[in-house]
């Protein structure tokens, strides 16, 4: 599955799409950024509700192929900023975090 | 290769925008002399949170690494207010991480635990009120 495949599942806001032909293959969700760190697959989409410059830090040093901003967040001006530079895909989605997840995970199957 | 690759970075304990960089920059030099992407994480991921721990908890530092042909060496220094009870420091969940950082996402005590857990050899130094020396060294497989 594809970054453009879960902006399709999730009827989803382009924040930034550096690539989105980048392969995903599994997902995680959280928001403290260690846990992300400890427990994210490289490859994965992150689920989060967090939205600070932080979040592009983790992301791309932990391989993380895609960021879901769950409940409609929208990233702060520091991250949007960000991601622009290092090139990496956001999107923002209504749905709260259980509900983006079961949607993407029907997407998965 | 058989000399090392050095470099120094000084880790700004005054701006959270930029906190990273340094693990970034290791990142893309790793990956520019061709080490495994597996192997590359966990550097990234192991340097990030010694970098972003002296943000938070030391005001800032440096980070000392060293690259040679089967691993890294790196060395976190900071003249921060040191580590009281390192072993409890190392228990997943325990954090002293104010309320405005935990607001950013962190804070959840899992830093030196993943230090631990994405390194070869981890060894913590460091004296109340003098600073923490942190050094890491991860094995290319
Ligand atoms: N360089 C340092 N100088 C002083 N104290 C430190 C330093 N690094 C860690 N500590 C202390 O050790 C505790 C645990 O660190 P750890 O990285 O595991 O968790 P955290 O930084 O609080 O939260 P997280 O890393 O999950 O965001 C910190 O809360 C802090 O009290
Ligand atoms: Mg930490």
């Excluded at chain 2, 635990?113 to 981890?122: G, Q, S």
Aim: glycine share 8%; charged share 20%.
């Amino acid at each position: 599955m594809t970054v453009y495949d879960v902006i399709k599942a999730l009827d989803a806001e382009e924040i930034y799409i550096a690539d989105d032909g980048r392969e995903i293959t599994s997902g995680y969700a959280g928001d403290f950024l260690s846990h992300v760190m400890g427990r994210a697959p490289a490859d994965c989409a992150w689920f989060t509700i967090m939205n600070n410059v932080n979040v592009c830090a983790v992301a791309t040093l932990a391989d993380i192929a895609l960021i879901v901003l769950c409940e409609g967040v929208q990233p702060d001006d520091n991250l949007l900023a960000k991601v622009k530079i290092q090139g990496f895909n956001v999107i923002s989605t209504k749905l709260d975090i259980y509900n983006a997840v079961v949607a993407f995970d029907r997407a998965l199957r | 290769m058989s000399e090392s690759i050095h470099l120094v970075f000084n880790v700004d304990g005054n701006n959270f925008a930029s906190a990273g960089t340094a693990s970034e920059e290791v990142k893309s030099k790793l990956k520019m002399i061709g080490i495994s992407s597996a192997d590359i994480r966990r550097v990234a991921i192991a340097m990030y949170e010694g970098e972003i721990n002296m943000v938070i908890h030391a005001g800032g530092g440096e980070a000392i690494v060293d690259i040679f042909l089967d691993r890294i060496e790196i060395l976190l220094a900071d003249h921060g207010k040191g580590i009281e009870d390192i072993e409890q420091a190392m228990q997943p969940g325990w954090s002293t991480a104010p309320d405005d950082i935990r607001a950013l996402g962190f804070g959840a005590g899992m830093g030196l635990p993943n230090m631990k857990k994405y390194t070869d050899e981890f060894r913590i130094d460091s004296t109340v009120g003098v600073g923490t020396n942190v050094y890491m060294t991860i094995k290319f497989n």
